[in-house]
T-cell receptor, first 111, second 116 residues
Framework: RKEVEQDPGPFNVPEGATVAFNCTYS??????FFWYRQDCRKEPKLLMS???SGNEDGRFTAQLNRASQYISLLIRDSKLSDSATYLC????????????FGTGTRLQVFP | GAVVSQHPSRVICKSGTSVKIECRSL??????MFWYRQFPKKSLMLMAT?????????EQGVEKDKFLINHASLTLSTLTVTSAHPEDSSFYIC????????????FGPGTRLTVL
């Protein structure tokens, strides 16, 4: 089983739609959680950190449920420019400290 | 702030050639830099963790003699792919964590290596 699991998609949604991505992680010792965005053939860029209290940044809302080991990302009012792959990323520091990446969920927003 | 550069952005080379990739943190000091590899339609996989002034820690299955890492200063780490073969063709990305910063890493733009 992968340490970080995501639905690969693709999610094809019209402009203006609300779309939600989910992610689960298997290691309860994971400490920090992030959503990254990766455009085709480019490096990942940090979208937002994820906190247990939930956090919002404009049209993006991220939520963490430690009990269920579940992370979500909600995008409201989708724009064409939101088309990308969204990576769920978990940081852990036990044993070796590193980021663990999910395979990503691909989003395609159409006009 | 928190800009990481990589050079070169793209390399095409013949089999057997060694290729050096540089990763620099431009506006911050990074005690730790990370090297990742990403094959098409796959997730980023950590290859090694590089700490300034010490030997790199390699992930299981990554050959340390093939992927030489040098982290000579707080702003520069290099990855050398020795005697590259076509199966080494991939997207190599470095990231850096700021000295005294939080857990987040800042990624370089990546180097696309094609070995013929």
């Amino acid at each position: 089983r992968k340490e970080v699991e995501q639905d690969p998609g693709p999610f094809n949604v019209p402009e203006g739609a609300t779309v939600a991505f989910n992610c689960t992680y298997s290691n309860s010792a994971s400490q920090s959680f992030f959503w990254y965005r990766q455009d085709c053939r480019k490096e990942p860029k940090l979208l937002m950190s994820v906190y247990s209290s939930g956090n919002e940044d404009g049209r993006f809302t991220a939520q963490l449920n430690r009990a269920s080991q579940y992370i979500s990302l909600l995008i409201r009012d989708s724009k064409l420019s939101d088309s990308a792959t969204y990576l769920c990323v978990v940081y852990r520091s036990y044993n070796t400290d590193k980021l663990i990446f999910g395979t990503g969920t691909r989003l395609q927003v159409f006009p | 702030g928190a800009v990481v550069s990589q050079h070169p952005s793209r390399v095409i080379c013949k089999s057997g050639t060694s290729v050096k990739i540089e990763c620099r943190s431009l506006d911050f000091q990074a005690t730790t830099m990370f090297w990742y590899r990403q094959f098409p339609k796959k997730s980023l996989m950590l290859m090694a963790t590089s700490n300034e002034g010490s030997k790199a820690t390699y992930e299981q299955g990554v050959e340390k003699d093939k992927f030489l890492i040098n982290h000579a200063s707080l702003t520069l780490s290099t990855l050398t792919v020795t005697s590259a073969h076509p199966e080494d063709s991939s997207f190599y990305i470095c990231s850096a964590r700021e000295l005294g910063g939080r857990d987040e890493q800042f990624f370089g733009p990546g180097t696309r290596l094609t070995v013929l």
